[in-house]
């Protein structure tokens, strides 16, 4: 191996040093949004999961009896392997998410798009729509104990949905003219006419009061995790990029 | 010009469908499949995140 060979690999071809690029950016952008989310939902999600809980196992029952069930019982504590493992897997999520975000924003200023901690925000709000959003308008965030179709089905549905609604954004966001953006409508609308799998009769035994806050909850703490992850995605996209020398609008 | 076009897809899109990719399977990993240890162990944020979970 010539020297050169050598050095020409160390510095890595235009293409190595965009992977790295997106992947650094990628995990610190997700870590860090799904550190904080992971909190924000341990805190603002995770009591209404457990008192949903109490009704799912039986512990607690609300229709039925003659008893008087309080609307405040004493939930779980803090658990350290379920609630740790449930941070470590939101983190893992949103890197998950700021890939997608990041593979489509460096596609995105290729074309000329200003990507950076501001716009990072706007990103992370098309992101909500088109991942939270979208598929929740049909297929609500789901409290434990609710009756629901086959989990394959719904499962198919999510991703075409959010496929659907991802494209459309993109459409909105930088297709020229009327045939795009009509376009875009009837990518967001159609999955809900077509309908979610739905089950064939209703048996959850969770208060209403509990599953309509739990889905408040979750697209709330989801809004807000969008726009940490777009955020982060563009900083550390900005910041990845004068230090890599890979840059456009440096 | 054939060139060029060449380089912008090595530099720009073939790294951006690759993390694309490997995001897609991180949170399918994590959120979607369904054998049981990634879904106990993954229950509460699936459930917290409006993924479809059981």
């Known amino acids: 191996m010539t020297p050169r060979m050598m050095c020409a690999m160390r510095q890595g071809s235009p293409a190595t040093k965009m992977i790295q690029r997106l992947l650094v950016s990628g995990l610190f952008a ?93 990103w992370g709000v098309a992101g909500f729509v088109a991942f939270h959003l979208a598929p929740g ?30 494209i459309a954004l993109w459409l909105i966001a930088f297709g020229k003219g009327w045939t795009a953006w009509g376009i875009a409508v009837a990518l967001l609308i159609a999955p809900h006419l077509i309908g979610a799998p739905e089950p064939s009769q209703f048996a959850g035994p969770v208060p209403t009061e509990i599953a309509a806050l739990f889905a408040a909850r979750a697209l709330g703490v989801g809004l807000a995790a969008w726009v940490l992850v777009g955020c982060f995605a563009g900083y550390f996209w900005q910041r990845e990029g004068e230090r890599t020398g890979t840059a456009q609008n440096v | 010009m054939t060139t060029q ?47 479809p979970c059981h």
């Open chain 1, 30 to 122: 997700g870590a860090a949004a799904g550190l904080i989310v992971g909190l924000l939902q341990l805190v603002f999600v995770q009591p209404v999961l457990l008192h949903a809980e109490l009704y799912e196992t039986g512990a607690l029952v609300h229709f039925g009896t003659s008893e008087v069930v309080s609307a405040h019982p004493e939930l779980p504590a803090f658990d350290a392997v379920r609630d740790g493992l449930s941070i470590v897997f939101t983190m893992m999520i949103y890197t998950g998410y700021a890939m997608l975000l990041l593979a489509a924003m460096s596609v995105a200023e290729d074309r000329g798009a200003v990507v950076d901690g501001r716009t990072g925000i706007l």
């Open chain 1, 137 to 166: 308008f049909t297929l609500a965030p789901e409290v434990p104990g609710v009756a629901a179709a086959d989990i394959v089905g719904r499962q198919i549905w999510w991703f075409g949905t959010v496929a659907a609604a991802a």
């Open chain 2, 5 to 51: 076009i060449r380089t912008a897809a090595e530099t720009r899109l073939i790294p951006a469908l690759f993390v694309a990719i490997l995001g897609l399977a991180v949170i399918t990993l994590a959120g979607h499949v369904q054998a049981s240890a990634l879904h106990d162990a993954a229950h509460d944020v699936r459930h917290a995140t409006g993924f």
